[in-house]
């Protein structure tokens, strides 16, 4: 039960602010866990909802002081950058449609910025913003944080390593059931403002749980999608975003794969799952049980490989915090995001380069989303015909 | 650990022939075991090789009299037609591309017809024999083994009876290792044809592995595919034919579904799985362990259902042999096709209706699999053109 | 896909008869389809019921004619031993207490015996019939089904050949759920005689499963018992033999181990699980999903070992019919004991060495079985005091 | 994909001090994670090692102060008490031996306690540390932190609520590796005091996982054990203490059970399961999977319930975090217990009661636990008679 010892803070927090993640919120709470769990950052302001009765509640039971509770993220920006004290990074939580202006308000003020996905709701929103990032110098994360899960980390090590072989397919699915029936209706803030084109974009699923899936394909395999042909669909009457998507893809180099991803398939919680095949040896992961991965050397016997278990390399132990058998999940998996964002924000304030190990989304990663989502759009406009997807 | 007592005969057994089969191949021997389960059958006769010595050799292996081994099919047909204790019945066995001929030497000969799939290597050969079967009288029984299996007659029945409310979503895949490598160099029987055009017709893995995929998501879902888009692809240098597929389907009466076959995905045996979501719930079932039925109550919680446990229903319990617990497997299934048979030929010998509880694939799922395998073809090769799948 | 030839006679089918097995049995029915799989019997007789009405209608149902259906198994072995195509052996599947005479009956004709375990009743009876058996020359085979599964097969080799190292522990168990409530008071035949010690015998679960999990035990890992402690109790009030049996065993050389049998566990149907672990590795196996077998070098990686699939022995590939990923079940392995018996017979008659390779359970199994049984009753009766398991 | 919304603080943290939990330990910075997640707990001194030199390394890298690393837990206890701002709380990580005089010398200062466990290394001190925790009128946890999964609250819920009827079997087990070899041998400081009287006390795997297997089945079952009958052994050479016990267990009531922990289990990493049976059903958990419990009501079908997912109660959803289908994992469960903790010490420094849905393990658990180990240790040496397990 012995695990290497793993420096825990290794210097001060980083002062971090949050714009959303008010009451009701779902994945602004995640991001606090995520922030407390490695202990590199310490939440010292907040503008937590755009309604300011609701604002201060939520800080309040967060524990931030009413000084630094604030009613818009623009006064957050602006006062906070006269601190001496002020925030060092912000965390960005709210739907898809504010990210854009919000990270332009602080990277103005050379506040880092760790963002939710999508990055925006257009490509050129996300080419914009990564002119801005480039301009400010600063660190931009983008949370994607299911590449944070060893196991994840562990798979684009062998790929990255060859134990496969040369890669031929890349089937990815993210599937869920919670919007199966008329959800949105039911008063679901969450179910709300995702089915709404205003607030999450031109897209539903595929912009909610599909770029995930995409992205997890990309990290692992090492590979860029070169086009694809799909058939994005809206099962439930009267929703006006895709709640099911199909997708074929076509990577450069001539790997092929399917996406599909679905908030209409009873019996699927957060069915994220990942299979890479390759010349010399498949992989297979499932997000719901996520400190497995199966690994099979062609015409071997299949294993498995476990967190911090027999034959799991470096990569996989780097982010890894307790020994296997004791199951890490979600959290731990967006804390790693977080763990790798305070050092990138140590590195750059330091001027430093970034070791090699250290991983995590940024903006390029934002622009692959978005052309993987306007290229799914507009083929599947097109009578589903093979689209390029356009290159950073 | 009681179960409802099953007549294993019900009457003399039907006698049958066999054409194909012989030392080296694969799926003769599980047609005879399947023959044998139910007790139904007798193997009085066959053609068992084009090989003359081979087909002798193999026929007493088998406990064939010399007498009853043939050199052709051609020899078998006449001359078993001429005895008064003739065969009643065929089992064909052999490549693909010989499907047709040999049942319609047999056809002619008043002998009905259990007959491997894919039933020929056209849709136009297909409704010829489909003329010929409707002249002949006779039975026809393909044997698209796996809707034999006891969950997938329980699945069938949830969905008929309208448990999964209105079908949006069918998810079918096939997917195999074997032929990762080129296989077909090694030396294998089985490689060897299924990756010769000669043999096999135009298609590899479709053909070999995905009308299977695609027969049973019609079966389960009670539903016709309307129109698909398809990217098939070969992997392996210089193999002529596809071995890996990916389809995007659409159903008429609007639900959508995919379809993935492929036998280069290192680490997948015989991964055939299907998964069927409406708008009350979803059902989940794999190959692998074919005595699981998932089954997601919409907003409830997922449920085993067993072969012959709590709650499975009639058309299960009908053709499972043992209680729950303890699995029936591959043969059984098939034998299922076998057993359904025999009752079909019963009835038909005796001018009776069939009860409309004994199920097995016919033509009309032969020539729907050729429609399906054409139009993945024709759409393959139009960039990945939606192409409707003629109807039967 | 391709799997190794297998011959499916290799002569004549050896003439069966069968005692017990009439409508409303359940293991009469397994036998006959077990024997039949691999076409080395032909049943031609039967005994098949104490009621005569019942015992004509199940060997007309079955196939078999009036002449050779008797009313006792007294009547078929004294006729049977008249008729030159007499029976050459007969399958035993009555209740426990009549195994032995009817066995006795069988080798005084000079007929092999197939039969149900546990063999007898008592383990001084099961001793007499030991030397019964000497004394006739005949084979006699326990049908210990389980020990036919390939991948228990393996499990054997993979110990026998040092592959796990010294064993150290061996924990098995098999768990039910079908007698949680009265289920004896339903009119259920097989929960009726199964609770009544007049025809069970002195032991309930432990008879009838317990057995199986502990020569399962033994024959994997070679090992012999030596004592036990034992906790046999009822559950359910008014039932006169233990339905749950928690057992502590210590084996010759030092290898330890638990058994825990139950009839009274709901959600378990026929839950028979075994897990042998040694100083290099460990091994899992569940009936459920009988064709996997978890293999765990110790510090390494778990590895699934799939019947015929990579790695697999020749052990388990002898006793497989089809390739990895089709599943075979409960009935494959059943007939796997008979196409044993088949062999053991055909070299007894020849006067032939058996080859080292064809096994099947004999008396001595039966013998040590019948000596657990006892010791357990003993050890329970004494405050579960560690009791000898008497050697063979 | 929403969640109820829960409050994260609730007001100011707890300051909070650790013994042990320096550089190369496990436990303590499990516990340091566990206590940030809900942020309930600021850690603000420490005496992390025995060695001063450590101690200090290990304190700055973890953010203390050096004024605030101590020498020794006496010295911190002192200096602490003196201080305005001393802690509120101890956080004792420490080898076994030491968790009493450590936890006397805070109670003391009147500083609450959570504590590693087993609680004590005998029986006596389990009581006389009772009586001062009586007297000091603080709070006590003792960290079996399993009893935080949201799935074991949720077994207990349905236990008690009935849902199983009248429980008749309790089967536990904590089966590991990684002492399979002498692993003491190669600097492993986790396997070092494990298996040394001195640090550990009387017993190994029992004390270290048994004792985890044991209130885990007491915490679902709500029922106390009575007598118990053991078998401990060690299967390594030169070992001085057990490292496999095989224990059958009666409870008060008339539920039996069986005990199985072991470290010498190739191919288990931390194979906690626990399953329990009544008359009207059946739960079945496994902490490497922990975010899913299997129920069977009796004669219905097997469901999977998910934390968070349908059908779930109340007291897994109040100590969730995320929606079902992110796992939550280790961490979360024992951030629970802290979390639990804090409501403990907040409603006893207010004087008020502590709501009933709040729990955690207590000085009557770490008593149960050391009677389970005395008893087990007697038994054994009394050739596994049974024994009588202590009341509280």
Redesign the interface.
């Known amino acids: ?3 290497e ?6 210097g ?2 980083i002062r971090l602010g949050m714009v959303g993640g008010g ?2 919120a ?1 994945i602004g ?2 991001h ?2 995520a922030a ?4 590199r950052f310490e939440l010292v302001a907040g503008a937590l909802s755009s309604d300011p009765e609701r604002a201060r509640a939520s800080a309040r ?3 931030l002081t009413d000084e630094r509770s604030y009613g818009s993220y623009a006064e957050m920006a602006e006062r906070e950058a006269a601190r001496p004290d002020g925030i060092e990074a912000v965390a960005i939580v709210t739907p898809n449609a504010t990210h854009f202006p919000v990270a332009r308000a602080f990277l103005a003020r050379g506040v880092h910025v760790i963002c939710d996905k999508p990055v925006t709701t257009t490509l050129a929103d996300a080419r914009e913003l990564a002119r801005l990032i480039e301009a400010s110098g600063k660190v931009f994360v983008l949370t994607h944080n299911y590449s944070g899960y060893p196991m994840i980390r562990q798979a684009r090590e062998m790929v990255a390593g060859g134990v496969l072989g040369e890669i ?2 890349v ?1 990815a699915e993210y599937v ?3 919007l ?2 008329r959800t949105e209706d039911s008063g ?4 709300g403002w995702r089915v709404d084109p205003a607030q999450a974009g031109a897209v539903g699923s595929i912009g909610d749980i599909g770029t995930h899936a995409f992205h997890l394909g990309s990290f692992v395999s090492g590979l860029e999608a070169e086009e694809l ?1 799909a ?1 994005l ?1 809206t ?1 439930v009457d009267g929703r006006r975003l895709d709640d ?1 998507a ?1 997708i ?1 893809l ?1 990577y450069r180099g001539g790997a ?3 996406l ?1 991803c ?1 908030q ?8 994220l799952k990942l ?1 890479v ?8 992961w499932s ?5 497995l991965l ?13 967190r911090n ?3 799991a390399g470096p990569s996989a132990a780097r982010v890894s ?12 998996g967006f804390a790693t995001i977080y763990a790798e964002a305070a050092a990138a924000i140590r590195a750059c304030d330091a001027g430093e380069a970034l070791p090699p190990e250290v991983l995590y989304p940024t903006i390029a990663d934002g622009i692959a989303g978005l052309a993987f989502i306007e290229a799914a759009v507009r083929s599947s406009q097109s ?4 689209t390029p997807v356009e290159a950073g």
Chains 1, 2, 3, 4 share one sequence.
């Open positions: 039960m012995s695990i010892g793993r420096s825990e803070r290794g001060k927090r009451q009701g779902f709470g995640v606090r866990i407390r769990i490695d202990d039971e967060i524990g031929r397919l089937q869920q059931d919670w199966t029936g679901s803030k969450q179910a042909a058939d669909h099962f099911n199909h074929m076509r092929r794969g399917t599909w679905s209409v398939a009873p019996g699927n919680e957060n069915g299979r095949y390759g010349t010399k040896g498949g992989l297979e997000q719901e049980n996520p400190n199966w690994y099979t050397p062609l015409s071997e016997q299949k294993r498995l490989v476990t278990g027999a034959g915090r307790i020994p296997a058998g004791h199951p890490e999940g979600y959290l731990e009578g589903s015909a093979w």
